[in-house]
């Protein structure tokens, strides 16, 4: 099992930065790839950014490139999420993930709002 807490969200004007973490617990040796999802007001839930464990590759939504970065501490067993020159289309509420050869699991998420 894995538990995944999130950390970070607020509510600020566009243009701004803001930075998400996200700590994971148990069983830290099965987890593959972290990232982060969000799920805007109506809509369903969509990849953000992810980076694998084992050598930091990442990945990102095309919307967020240039914007976003993702990295990792792994002695916290931490991931962050920098957001930068952030829009109002970036308001949903942000999830944490981390993928296990047998699961994905989950953070409760945590909201990020965008004011134009």
């Known amino acids: 099992q894995v538990q995944l807490v999130e950390s970070g969200g607020g509510l600020l004007q566009a243009g701004g930065s803001l930075k998400l973490s996200c700590t994971a617990s148990?069983?830290?040796?099965?987890?593959?790839?972290m990232g982060w999802y969000r799920r805007a007001p109506g809509k369903q839930r969509d990849l953000v950014a992810t980076i694998i464990t084992d050598g930091g590759s990442t990945n990102f939504a095309d919307s967020v490139k240039g914007r976003f970065t993702i990295s990792r501490d792994s002695a916290k067993n931490t991931v962050y999420l920098q957001m930068n020159s952030l829009k109002p289309e970036d308001t949903a509420v942000y999830f944490c993930?981390?993928?296990?050869?047998?699961?994905?699991?989950w953070g409760q998420g945590t909201q990020v709002t965008v004011s134009s």
């Open positions: 148990g069983n830290i040796k099965s987890i593959s790839r």
């Open positions: 993930s981390a993928d296990t050869v047998w699961f994905k699991y």
